[in-house]
């Protein structure tokens, strides 16, 4: 591991890296404006996100336990701020830029649909002959498109690097470090053919370190709501390497503390832990590849922003219990299944009935020929919250299901 005394870590006070992205040479917006008098591009572009209707839905769709199950349990919000949070620390210390860290954190959620991952499998299996259905091109149709709040263009009409850090965050789409061997969604397609975000390259630091802070965020806030829903003990953690050595720490330093805060004490040395090794493994690659621009970023060979190998080991470790042990227990699988009926249930719907569709909704679909009016219903039943997608689902049916 990297000796820190041997590099400068940024305490916000000292300026930007030169690998970071620098407001002032940004690559511009689909529709041009005229610059803001008082904040950067990448500050508009924050506060365009914080200020959307999707945004705010974000408070009410699921994380992994569904939102009424309990009132401090994570919802996809409560997860957008954490993840914004750590990405800010990330941006800090590493000299990046932080409101694109931040836009792009705070942007990387807003595709997911009602109930987590359940509608999002319902809702690809619907839309599978039409190029299936993906949370994070939905992210991009929201904020180019669906998102109507500007007299002059549809969407957020957000720059290049939040746009390209939205889509890429995980890293490439195309080309020889493509991160998945599946077709580029036909959403990112079409706009990439608008405005092309170079889906072979590797996005931004910016970008990096918001997707390396969801990694963080949920490996450990999901342990907490395993740990507070009762599906996991204290003491299963002992079988994990990187929780398991943290809570032989804390017992050791604080015997006879009670189990919640023992709890709690985990989960802030989880964090502190990953974000520690991220950063110390960061300065090591920048060095090894020679970063030292924005475009020595996005023609790397590999992600620069990442964990450690024998980090990454325990964090796949992790996930894997988490499956195991809170995704696919029976409890919570079988609310997720009766969520997913719920999305199927309604789609099939108003493909059939589109007249039932609300105000709006409905005098468009009319216009629609199928293959769009299917994606049309696509997008009103995604942008659902939880607890609407259930009140919709009452208004359609005589048999909605109890999630709880």
């Excluded at 940004?26 to 990448?42: D, H, K």
């Amino acid at each position: 591991m990297s000796d820190w005394t041997t590099h400068r870590i940024g305490t916000g006070h000292d300026g930007l890296a030169a690998y970071a992205v620098h407001a002032a040479q940004s690559q511009g917006r689909l529709v041009p404006e005229p610059e803001s008098r008082t904040r950067t591009p990448f500050q508009r572009d924050r506060d365009r996100i914080v200020h959307s209707t999707a945004f705010r839905r974000l408070k009410h769709k699921t994380q992994v336990f569904v939102a009424y199950e309990g009132d401090h349990y994570r919802t996809r919000l409560t997860h957008t701020i954490e993840v914004s949070q750590i990405a800010r620390a990330f941006a800090r210390a590493l000299r990046l830029d932080e409101d694109l860290t931040e836009a792009i954190a705070l942007v990387h959620d807003f595709g997911h649909t009602p109930f987590g991952h359940a509608g999002e499998r319902a809702l690809d299996r619907r839309l599978k002959a039409f190029g299936g259905f993906d949370h994070n091109a939905q992210s991009l149709r929201i904020v180019t498109s669906l998102e109507r709040r500007y007299a002059e263009f549809d969407g957020l009409n957000l720059t290049f690097e939040t746009l390209e850090g939205l889509v890429k965050h995980n890293g490439p789409l195309t080309g020889p470090h493509a991160v998945s061997t599946h077709p580029v969604p036909p959403q990112i397609e079409v706009f990439d053919a608008r405005f092309p975000l170079a889906l072979d390259r590797f996005a931004s630091l910016e970008a990096q370190a918001a997707a390396i802070s969801d990694d963080i965020a949920y490996n450990t806030h999901d342990l907490d709501d395993g740990l507070r829903a009762g599906l996991i003990a204290l003491e299963d953690l002992e079988q994990l390497d990187l929780a398991g050595d943290i809570l032989r720490e804390v017992r050791a330093r604080h015997p006879g503390l009670d189990p919640v805060r023992t709890g709690h004490e985990i989960m802030r040395r989880h964090i502190t832990r990953l974000v520690e090794d991220v950063i110390a493994s960061t300065l090591e690659r920048l060095a090894e590849d020679g970063i030292g621009s924005v475009e020595d970023v996005r023609m790397a060979a590999r992600t620069v922003v990442d964990f450690s190998p024998r980090m990454r080991s325990q964090v796949a470790q992790t996930r894997a219990f988490l499956f195991k042990r809170v995704y696919r227990n029976p409890a919570v699988f079988g609310t997720m299944e009766r969520a997913e009926r719920v999305v199927e249930q309604m789609f099939d719907r108003f493909v059939e009935r589109p007249d039932l569709l609300p105000d709006g909704w409905a005098e468009k679909a009319a216009e629609l020929p199928p293959e769009r009016l299917v994606r049309h219903v696509g997008d009103y039943l995604s942008g659902m919250t939880d607890s609407f997608a259930l009140a919709e689902h009452r208004r359609l049916f005589d048999d909605t299901p109890d999630l709880r």
